[in-house]
């Protein structure tokens, strides 16, 4: 599936979700980064969200799972870094489009809105979904544009959490 790991991250309100993906990927061999935070203590969602969004940026990761309790602050935080397709998924159908036609390189989830046996099936349909490419590529297209000519060199130097 991946050659690269996969890089995980959360806030407390992703934590108990991540240990079941964790679980999930030692279930089926998949290689992953966990970049925290490693409990339910109340911590900043952004400094976790930039961890992965910059190793997948950079090339260091192909995919990233980012969960807090919603998803929400995570998928805009992520869509920040240049070359990033974040997508917040709450269903499996959501997942495979997703992929299928945006190429996402990033899923969100919320620990506290989508169940456990649902946040594993829409994670094995991102994982295994294909990109169909074609006349997807034209938005995609149009998306990298806009960031070469929105987006800044300008690292963010992100704080003292893990």
Request: hydrophobic share 35%; aromatic share 8%; with cysteine.
């Amino acid at each position: 599936m991946q050659q690269k790991p996969i890089w995980i991250g959360n806030d407390h309100g992703g934590y108990d979700l991540k240990l079941h993906i964790i679980d999930y990927f030692k279930s089926k061999g998949i290689a992953y980064h966990d970049v925290g935070t490693d409990s339910a203590q109340i911590v900043r969602y952004p400094y976790y969200a930039a961890k992965v969004a910059e190793a997948v940026s950079g090339g260091e990761a192909d995919r990233g799972i980012l969960i807090c309790s919603t998803g929400i602050g995570m998928s805009i935080f992520a869509n920040r870094f240049k070359g990033i397709r974040a997508s917040l998924c709450t269903s499996t159908y959501m997942g495979r489009m997703t992929r299928a036609h945006n190429n996402s390189n990033l899923l969100c989830l919320g620990g506290k809105i989508t169940g456990v046996l649902e946040a594993l099936d829409i994670l094995e349909t991102w994982l295994t979904t294909e990109y169909e490419g074609g006349r997807h590529d034209i938005s995609l297209g149009l998306i990298a544009e806009a960031e070469e000519a929105l987006c800044t060199s300008n690292a963010w130097e992100h704080g003292p959490e893990k």
